[in-house]
């Protein structure tokens, strides 16, 4: 559970928020960091700004600096770090206690006042949204993939015959809808939200802004679409296959019938 400090954070009125998605999965060595404020995310204070690491591998940097954000990421996951092109997303922070909180005509987020709960709130909305953007693209890559084959079955009525490839997509669908809803949990909120209940608008307005529900419960119902496609594709494959074995079969049967008719009748022939 959260360990928050009750003050206030005391950072500028301007700052920009960074959330990265590093891989399938983060485990940082916590013991040698201080200003902790939460455990499970993972939480702490790095400077005058914050870090918030998330198992399924996306990290928020909050307030960070430039070297200071390629600091953190070098020292979370070196080998990842530097790996090329990565799932991210920004935006900034306007701390504005005479407006309402929520995102601005600029693009901003404005909040009234920049506590280490609105961080964490902050953060579980871009980890989750990173995340998901991730899948999003996986998944249309995957329906690229497919597309030819049910082109073929539908003009031409052939079945593609690359068993393997579409086993592959099964278990890509399949491990995809597990991590969505399993490792992301995007329908969950966080548990800061039991400490700080006042927090549930302003995660309700940022989950909203962000379609968090929406866009989670679309890519389920794309990933169990793919699934179910490829699963009829090999189905039909197994019967096809199933076929041209039983027509082997007859073949056989009808070709020692016509060997033993021959010997009978010419002993001699064979």
């Not at 404005?110 to 902050?122: D, F, K, M, P, S």
Request: cysteine-free; charged content about 25%.
């Amino acid at each position: 559970m959260p360990n928050l400090p009750t003050e206030t954070a005391s950072i500028s009125t301007r700052l920009a928020a960074r959330a990265v998605l590093l891989g399938d999965r983060l485990t940082v060595d916590r013991s040698g960091h201080t200003g902790v404020i939460s455990t499970a995310p993972f939480a702490y204070r790095k400077g005058d700004g914050y870090v918030v690491v998330f198992r399924y591998g996306a990290v928020v940097l909050a307030g960070l600096s430039g070297d200071e954000e390629r600091a953190v990421l070098d020292e979370i996951a070196p080998e990842k770090a530097h790996s090329g092109p990565r799932e991210e997303e920004r935006i900034g922070i306007e701390v504005r206690p005479d407006q309402e909180e929520g995102l601005a005509a600029n693009g901003a987020l404005q909040v009234r006042e920049l506590t280490a709960a609105h961080i964490l709130v902050l953060a579980d909305i871009l980890a989750k949204s990173v995340a998901l953007a991730h899948y999003e693209r996986e998944t249309a890559s995957v329906f690229d993939t497919i597309e030819p084959a049910a082109t073929t079955l539908a003009v031409s009525g052939r079945i593609p015959r690359n068993r393997k490839a579409l086993l592959q997509l099964i278990g890509s669908a399949l491990l995809a809808q597990h991590r969505v809803s399993g490792r992301i949990a995007f329908a969950e909120k966080p548990e800061i939200l039991w400490e700080r209940p006042e927090l549930e608008r302003f995660y309700a307005r940022l989950e909203d802004e962000f379609e968090i529900v929406e866009r989670g419960t679309l890519l389920n119902g794309k990933m169990t679409v793919l699934g179910s496609a490829a699963e009829t594709f090999t189905d039909m494959m197994d019967t096809a296959r199933s076929a041209r074995l039983e027509l082997l079969i007859v073949i056989l049967i009808v070709a020692e019938l016509i060997i033993a008719a021959v010997t009978m009748v010419r002993p001699g022939a064979l």
